[in-house]
């Protein structure tokens, strides 16, 4: 901007703008609260059902976002507008009362093209060059800040707008100054993280430690501070700052800090991975890439594992992750020499390329699963891609069953091998003690992967109902550990997401001990399920089962969570404005002694694992399993009636169900407040501690809260059976417990369990 523009700078265009921009921004206001309130809200109580269910209430939902994005960025471009606007104003005003002060003082001001000259009048008297010269360096200071003000602005509507090729972004300024201030710090920031390791010093680590945390979740600043670094300089700085030869004085004094960079690091480059800037999108490609390459070549490191541990924090870009995870694995798969050997070791000279105590870094697929538990969308497609093919030179075979005794070789999926096949380098953590962050990071990323949640959160209404991929991978996960349970049971501390996920695919588990395909109409009704089924062999459900059962955290998930499915399946059932169509048509003595049945055995299985930990080798305190079903409490706490334990699997139609709330909730929400205050220290003192004795307690556990759930479903709707549905429930009970003994007594010889008559 020069003199002319400034001085003769017509705003009406501008204010125009501004004006259109501030109604627009009403209206999509009015479209986002509609979309939320109206769009979502219908789509949330719709009786969805097969791919409807997975694919178009997503999309509704990923529709209605877009218009709170739309209205978000709207936003930020009018704040930025408008200010801009006033500042340039502002420039002219002062600009134009210099003039006049310069004209009283005998000055005269004149343009010619781009440039303009101070002169003293032909009569002035008392004009110095210092008066010329002081009022041309005023008058040039003020054209300067309005080039500034306008390129600023010009620069930060730009890469607004090329966050997101599709679609809008979610990034929110107050006005043009917050936004160019976050371009400024990323660029000042990211200058800093190019030096060289050795010149870094304190200072410098605090100024990017404290700037990456305050502006990690600010896409412009992320996407600008990612992109001036490059993906090269952000492996070099990683790995040369962990690196204590290359800078011992910042190692020494900020070691206790680095735990603190490296999520900053990592949540900064999260938000900036979903720019999708042409910078950016080179950046994910590049950064790919560089994974499977040492880091220069003298070095050991290669950029999986770098990058890896800066991706520990955060929500990553599906895609990104997809691409990464592929080209890790195949990078895995050559260095593992097809599954033979541990594909990753810690060298003794190599960098602590992670800082959380947890392990060294060195095994990249520990970070990369921990940001897949983080990142629900992109887990199941890549842990069902396949890793070896039966074509492959590998080890990994099955007894084809023909009299020559030929060992097959299998394929495996990503799945496979991580879960039954891989060696996993050994790890100690920073208390020296074997390290197990892999193996739990594996079970994270599968909890999101098959739940569609981050994982350690609970489900939602707006919790995608399940697909095709994630009902696959629940698939094969149920397979996976009957066929050996011991990929569970020697590691424990992976049950509780493997109960997670089996809670929240109760209605498969259900169907599957009633025996009945996805053809079977009557089961498929008296289970409903909204989106992809996950097709579980009934002795694959009872051997998990037992095998989660073990473990106090997944026992008391899929406890917990049955439930509460019995009670929300109860209620739907049993309220006379479901439709015919949906209906069970069994008659209600039946129905809710098939529900009672089927949820006894699921409980009745449980109770067996329980009692295998409990007398078994493990020798688990009984009471443990008690307080960590109390414990679930906190977990559900608010959201009984949006099909708590069960996600978004079991979605009723818009007139009940679950998801709807209403009575669900009541009824689901009084039964599990008589779970949890059953699990209470003082109401366990005459537990017994026999075989015998733990599955009569159970048993008579089971039947009293069928009973009970059965009794609120009828009062809830006002149904005339409450006097008899006790005695329905608890022949119901009875037999799914006779059920779940006979089950587990055909797989008595591998569960080595003493079985109760």
Do not use: C
């Amino acid at each position: 901007m020069d003199f002319e523009d400034l001085h003769s700078a017509n705003f009406k265009p501008l204010d125009d703008t501004v004006s259109d921009w501030t109604s627009m921004l009403t209206k999509l206001q009015q479209l986002a609260a509609d979309a939320k309130g109206g769009l979502v809200g219908k789509a949330n109580k719709a009786n969805w059902a097969g791919y409807n269910a997975a694919v178009s209430r997503q999309f509704i939902a990923k529709t209605a976002g877009e218009f709170s994005d739309a209205h978000t960025q709207a936003t930020s471009i009018l704040n930025i507008l408008r200010d801009t606007r006033d500042e340039l104003k502002t420039q002219q005003r002062l600009l134009k009362e210099a003039i006049e002060r310069g004209r009283t003082k005998q000055l005269t001001v004149t343009v010619s093209g781009k440039s303009f000259k101070v002169d003293a009048n032909p009569e002035a008297k008392d004009v110095t060059q210092k008066d010329i010269d002081g009022l041309r360096d005023e008058l040039q200071g003020i054209v300067n800040k309005a080039s500034e003000i306008d390129n600023s602005a010009a620069t930060t509507l730009q890469a607004l707008v090329d966050l997101t090729d599709y679609g809008f972004s979610e990034a929110k300024y107050k006005d043009r100054d917050a936004a160019a201030a976050a371009l400024k710090e990323a660029e000042e920031l990211a200058k800093l993280a190019k030096k060289k390791p050795e010149d870094l010093t304190p200072s410098d680590f605090d100024r990017l430690n404290a700037g990456l945390q305050k502006r990690s979740g600010d896409p412009l600043f992320a996407e600008r501070f990612a992109e001036q670094l490059g993906p090269k300089g952000t492996l070099d700085f990683w790995a040369g700052i962990t690196d204590m030869s290359r800078n011992y004085d910042v190692y020494h004094d900020r070691r206790e800090q680095y735990d603190d960079l490296q999520k900053n690091l990592s949540l900064t480059l999260a938000t900036a991975s979903h720019a999708d800037s042409p910078e950016m999108s080179k950046w994910k490609y590049d950064m790919a890439d560089l994974g499977g390459q040492p880091l220069n070549k003298n070095s050991g490191v290669y950029g999986f594992q770098v990058m890896s541990n800066l991706m520990r924090w955060g929500d990553f870009d599906d895609g990104f992750l997809q691409d990464y995870g592929a080209k890790l694995m195949q990078v895995e798969k050559t260095r593992s020499d097809n599954g033979r050997q541990p594909a990753w070791q810690h060298l003794p000279a190599a960098p602590e390329l992670n800082r959380t105590g947890t392990d060294s870094g060195s095994d990249p697929l520990v970070g990369f699963l921990k940001a897949l538990s983080n990142s629900p969308g992109a887990g199941a497609d890549f842990f069902n891609q396949k890793f070896l093919s039966k074509d492959d030179d590998h080890e990994f075979t099955y007894d084809s069953g023909d009299e020559n005794e030929y060992k097959g070789r299998k394929e495996l999926s990503n799945f496979q091998y991580l879960f039954e096949e891989r060696h996993w380098p050994p790890e100690v953590d920073s208390k020296g003690e074997d390290s197990i962050e892999g193996r739990n990071n594996l079970a994270l990323a599968l909890e999101a992967a098959a739940t569609g949640h981050r994982a350690g959160e609970m489900p939602t209404a707006d919790t995608p109902a399940h697909n095709a991929a994630q009902a696959r991978l629940v698939e094969d996960i149920f397979a996976s550990v009957s066929e050996v349970p011991k990929r569970l049971t020697d590691y424990g501390f992976m049950s509780d997401s493997l109960g997670q996920i089996a809670s929240e695919y109760l209605p498969d588990i259900n169907r599957a001990t009633a025996d009945a395909d996805e053809k079977n109409e009557s089961v498929s009704k008296l289970f409903p399920i909204a989106g992809a089924v996950a097709d579980l062999d009934h002795a694959d459900v009872t051997r998990f089962l037992v095998t989660v059962g073990q473990n106090t955290e997944g026992y008391a998930a899929i406890e917990v969570g049955q439930k509460a499915y019995m009670a929300n399946l109860m209620d739907y059932h049993l309220n006379p404005d479901l439709p015919a169509n949906q209906r069970y048509d069994q008659g209600a003595e039946n129905t809710l002694r098939e529900i009672s049945r089927r949820s006894a055995e699921v409980g009745g299985t449980l109770a067996i694992g329980r009692q295998e930990a409990v007398l078994g080798e493990a020798k688990e305190a009984d009471a443990d399993f008690e307080l960590a079903v109390n414990q679930r409490k906190g977990a559900i706490s608010g959201i009984i009636g949006t099909g708590v334990g069960i996600g978004t699997s079991f979605i009723a139609s818009p007139v009940v169900g679950a998801a709807v709330g209403g009575a669900a909730g009541t009824v689901s929400g009084v039964l599990l407040e008589q779970v949890f205050k059953d699990s209470e220290p003082e109401n366990l003192k005459n537990r017994g501690s026999t075989v015998g004795q733990l599955w009569e307690d159970s048993k008579e556990r089971n039947i009293l809260l069928s009973a009970e759930a059965a009794r609120l479903a009828t009062a809830a709707h006002k149904s005339p059976d409450m006097a008899r549905v006790e005695e329905w429930t608890r022949l119901g009970t009875a037999d799914g417990f006779n059920d779940a003994s006979t089950s587990v007594r055909r797989m008595a010889d591998d569960l080595e369990t003493e079985i109760p008559t």
